[in-house]
């Protein structure tokens, strides 16, 4: 774990294998929380846990276990989850897992335990294999692997990363389906869809995508996924990506972006233009 100031500056750093708990063969996704625990996923083959610590590193929670994978059904482990996230309003830990299964798994964020989990369309979720990504096939009725990511809005909707399928898929809390849309659908290879962060205005108006197959960072409109905006292509030079693989906003409209493989470094862009910001109301 690196904590970096704004302009980049390494401040600390902590992690690693420790007593009590099962550090990831591969870290993947880091969240921290409204109540400031910093939680971490792993995507290594024999991944099934995430970690819960403090901010200093102190080990809280953790919920599942590392070893053979089982599959989507099992509540007593994950399957190399990829991301997550806790919803400030219920403190429920809500995981998209992941790289081995195709499910949203939720947990109680204060114990760890069980509450529920679904699959695509809300469904329960199965490991039906899957034949390659056809854009001109319907949609799959199951989510692919990987499960990418998974964010919370305001309003209660959530918002699924189904990676190579190419879509977003938002459910209420309950995991009742509610809508989709697919985001540059023609895209083969790893997906389209790898993150998806919230805009820090009221409503919560837009999702920023950052795009790995096509290496390039969108903004959406929540509300159906129409491309607003866009920024970014292949290549090596500033401003450019490599695998672009996550992102996150700051309350200044600001982006930090992250790419993978031989990327291996983060970029931060400075909000231009008029797009919304407003603070919320207290």
């Known amino acids: 774990m690196l904590v970096f100031d704004q302009d980049g500056t390494l401040i600390k750093s902590w992690g690693g294998p420790g007593q009590g708990y099962d550090w ?3 870290e993947h996704g880091i969240h921290i929380d409204h109540k400031g625990f910093v939680w971490l996923a792993g995507n ?14 102190r080990f809280v929670m953790q919920i599942g276990k590392s070893g053979p994978q089982t599959d989507s059904r099992d509540t007593t482990r994950l399957g190399r989850p990829a991301n997550m996230q806790v919803d400030p309003e219920t403190n429920e830990l809500y995981v998209a897992d992941g790289y ?3 499910r949203v798994i939720v947990f109680d964020a204060e114990t760890g335990a069980f509450k529920r989990m679904w699959g695509a369309y809300g469904a329960p979720p199965t490991d039906e ?3 390659p990504y056809d854009p001109a096939a319907p949609l799959p009725r199951q989510f692919r692997n ?4 998974i964010q919370v809005a305001r309003d209660g909707l959530v918002y699924v990363c189904d990676r190579t399928n190419d879509r977003v898929q938002v459910f209420r809390r309950d995991g009742t389906f509610v809508k989709e849309f697919t985001v540059e659908p023609q895209t083969r290879a790893n997906g389209s869809v790898w993150e998806l962060a919230l805009w820090p205005d009221e409503a919560q108006s837009y999702l920023m995508n950052a795009d790995g197959a096509n290496n ?9 996924g129409a491309v607003l905006g866009r920024f970014g292509r292949n290549g090596r030079m500033a401003g450019d990506f490599h695998w672009v693989h996550n992102l996150a906003v700051d309350s200044r409209g600001n982006v930090f972006t992250t790419e993978v493989d031989t990327g291996k470094r983060a970029q931060k862009f400075l909000l ?10 207290p």
């Open 100 to 102: 081995y299964n195709h």
């Open 216 to 224: 390039e960072v969108r903004t959406l409109r929540r509300e159906d």
């Open 44 to 57: 290594g083959e024999q991944d099934g846990q995430i970690l819960k610590f403090t901010q200093d590193g």
């Open 146 to 149: 990987p499960v990418h990511c």
């Open 272 to 281: 231009q233009g008029n797009m919304v910001l407003r603070k919320r109301t």
């Open 129 to 131: 294999a899957l034949g």
């Open 24 to 26: 990831p063969q591969n």
